[in-house]
């Protein structure tokens, strides 16, 4: 018996080949390699270092996130996309090499005001539809004229934007018309610009600009909902697994899980898993779900729990306690998954908890 808890195995190769897809898509670019939530759920520090002889600059969301990464020895830039917010944050940045966004008033105002160790590279954020965070296009003139008459801010800024529908391709009229509204609020008034995430590096050639910032393409997923990363050559970074700890005879008419919400129609073997919402496989995962047990494709039967799953063998299984199950990754695209539990791909990869192994390998 060689059963064993869930394993969350990271290829860094298939990290860094995933970079390469996405250069292969911006040849007149700079990519970016943006690292928040821990790597999407991949690890960032191992990430980073993976990346770092071959991006220029990472970007996170959080200050924590950027901190990490230079306590950690990453030693690139990095961009932080949601800027600092206070003056220890802001005094830090500029001491590490931390880029920082803005997008409000209240951090202009502090950055005009905080003495800085050495000046400090700003990215504009523009608002051209998200509605979230960012100046809004008529404000930019005024903004970039007050960043200009700041000493410690480097000259001249940079500019960017996020899409709010870019992964929605019945919307191409909403993405167009925000690419429209940022060339028109910054063309000739910045240094470098960026706006497409994975989606707009997919679908947005003409966006391309000056970088680019892909975050789920490096990790093997593809933005679009009704598509698979290896649609476009993409790999899966990370394999999921776990194993068989119990294979039961099952009668039909017998249920199985809390709530007994899913009742066998046939006599059957139900194989047992050791995963559940305490490992970051989702509850809601619906019976029918696909998972692999040795390679072959079975569903999910009853409710999630805690520490186990539980999957229809069938009358002929011949699957054995300690066979290997993958939740998601090689032969089970997580937006497979995904889309049986109605959510995105992204939200499988960075739910995952402290609980499973964390194995890396580089092949």
């Given amino acids: 018996m060689q059963a064993q808890g869930a394993v969350a195995r990271i290829n860094l190769a298939a990290i860094r080949h995933n970079f390469a897809v996405v250069q292969q898509f911006t040849p007149s ?28 600059l990472f970007a996170v969301a959080r200050f924590e996130e950027a901190q990490k990464l230079r306590a950690g020895g990453i030693v690139q830039p990095i961009l932080l996309l949601a800027g600092f917010l206070n003056v220890a944050q802001l005094q830090y940045a500029a001491r590490h090499r931390i880029q920082v966004a803005i997008h409000n008033p209240e951090q202009l105002q502090l950055l005009a005001r905080t003495p800085l160790s050495s000046p400090i590279t700003v990215w504009l954020k523009v608002d051209t539809g998200m509605h979230r965070i960012g100046f809004a296009p008529e404000q930019v003139d005024k903004v970039l004229a007050q960043l200009h008459d700041i000493e410690q801010v480097v000259k001249p800024v940079n500019a ?19 690419i429209e509204c940022f060339k028109q ?5 910045v240094k470098h610009t960026a706006l497409c995430n994975s989606a707009g590096v997919l679908a947005y050639p ?9 975050g789920i ?3 093997g997923i593809t933005p679009f909902g009704e598509q698979q990363g290896s649609d476009i050559g993409l790999r899966p970074a990370m394999d999921f697994t776990s194993s068989l700890i119990a294979v039961r005879e099952h009668r039909a008419g017998e249920p199985v899980g809390y709530g007994a919400n899913w009742v066998s129609a046939r006599d059957t073997r139900i194989g047992v898993i050791a995963v559940g919402y305490g490992d970051g496989y989702p509850r ?10 040795n390679g072959r494709r079975v569903p999910l039967v009853g409710r999630v729990s805690m520490d186990m799953a539980t999957v229809d063998l069938g009358p002929k299984g011949t699957e054995q306690v300690g066979d290997e199950v993958i939740l998601w990754g090689q032969g089970l695209a997580a937006e497979e998954v995904a889309r049986h539990v109605g959510t995105i791909a992204y939200e499988l990869v960075t739910r995952l908890t402290n609980r499973p192994r964390w194995e890396y390998i580089d092949q």
Wanted: no cysteine; aromatic share 6%; proline share 4%.
């Fill in 29 to 56: 670019a700079k990519a970016m390699a943006v690292v928040k939530a821990n790597a999407y759920g991949h690890g960032d520090l191992a990430v980073a270092a993976a990346l770092q002889a071959h991006t220029e």
């Fill in 217 to 219: 393409m490096l990790y």
């Fill in 185 to 189: 609020a910054t063309a000739g008034k």
């Fill in 284 to 293: 809601m995962a619906p019976t029918g779900t696909p998972v692999l047990v």
């Fill in 206 to 214: 003409e966006a391309h600009a000056d970088y680019v910032r892909p």
């Fill in 160 to 178: 960017f934007t996020h899409f709010a529908q870019a992964d929605e391709t019945a919307q191409r009229a909403t993405t167009l018309a925000a």
